[in-house]
């Protein structure tokens, strides 16, 4: 599977093939209707009722978990030439799904697993392909290149430990960035550098501090990221006071501090 992170909104023609080419692939696509839906947005949902296959209020799905008990109308379509026409005509970027419309645009394949995953609000999205598809994504899409960064994917992350050489790096500190839709980052010193990992869409972030192996902020291992469930992955911290660092989170990136 190769990851990406979009680092720019796809727009108008771009929005339209990146809908069409992904509508081929999956198997359904996901839209969140929330409580505040305004009549347009309600309109959208009836005119495309006979191609939705489910709708169940949840307090989860991909890239999003609400707290509080919260919870919201999860609507999954068939991707039929009407839904996506109707997505293609309704906005004209993929983060426009907001402002009373539904939200949260995903992409899922048949086992669930989503392909493609929308926060309107955050301006975030992230992508999960298979080479093939990303190569056929990229040759009918044009455009499309501009929008993803495919850097920030599974070997680029693994890589991290031998890139920044991360084994005896110095955790400086971990924050958690706490709000609908969590981040977390944890800041790691070198020898000549400070690096970031930045993680969005956090729904874990486990830190203990029990030192069984004796106090010390350096790192002895990192591993990951692993696939949990539902566009949800695992990055594991080992430090060398025998404490591991858990974060799950939709989407993973590595920054050198400037």
């Not at 307090?59 to 999860?74: D, R």
């Not at 009407?82 to 992409?107: C, I, K, M, R």
Request: net charge negative; proline share 4%.
């Amino acid at each position: 599977m190769v990851y990406g992170d979009f680092v720019q909104e796809p727009r108008a023609q771009a929005y339209k093939c990146l809908i069409a080419v992904l509508a081929t692939m999956a198997h359904r696509v996901l839209l969140v209707e929330r409580d505040f839906m305004t009549d347009p947005g309600k309109r959208f949902c009836s005119q495309l009722e006979a191609w939705c296959v489910s709708a169940s209020r949840r307090s989860e799905w991909p890239g999003t978990q609400l707290m509080g008990g919260e919870t919201a109308v999860v609507r999954e379509f068939s991707p039929s030439s009407e839904v996506v026409s109707s997505l293609q005509t309704t906005v004209d970027g993929l983060y426009e799904w907001l402002g009373g419309l539904p939200e949260d645009l995903a992409f899922l394949r048949e086992d669930g697993e989503a392909m493609m995953v929308a926060i309107s609000h955050e301006n975030d999205a992230s992508i999960a392909l298979r080479p093939a598809e990303r190569d056929r994504l990229l040759r009918e899409c044009p455009g499309i290149a501009d929008c993803i960064d495919w850097a920030s994917d599974r070997v680029s992350v693994t890589a991290a430990m031998d890139l920044y050489n991360l084994h005896d790096a110095t955790l400086v500190r971990v924050v958690l960035l706490w709000g609908k839709y969590a981040q977390a980052e944890l800041h790691f010193r070198l020898d000549s550098q400070t690096v970031t990992l930045k993680a969005s869409g956090v729904t874990n972030l486990t830190c203990p501090h029990e030192c069984s192996w004796g106090h010390s902020a350096s790192v002895n291992e990192l591993r990951g990221p692993v696939d949990l469930q539902e566009g949800v992955r695992r990055i594991e911290i080992e430090m060398q006071s025998g404490d591991t660092i858990l974060v799950d989170a939709k989407s993973f990136k590595w920054e050198p501090d400037k």
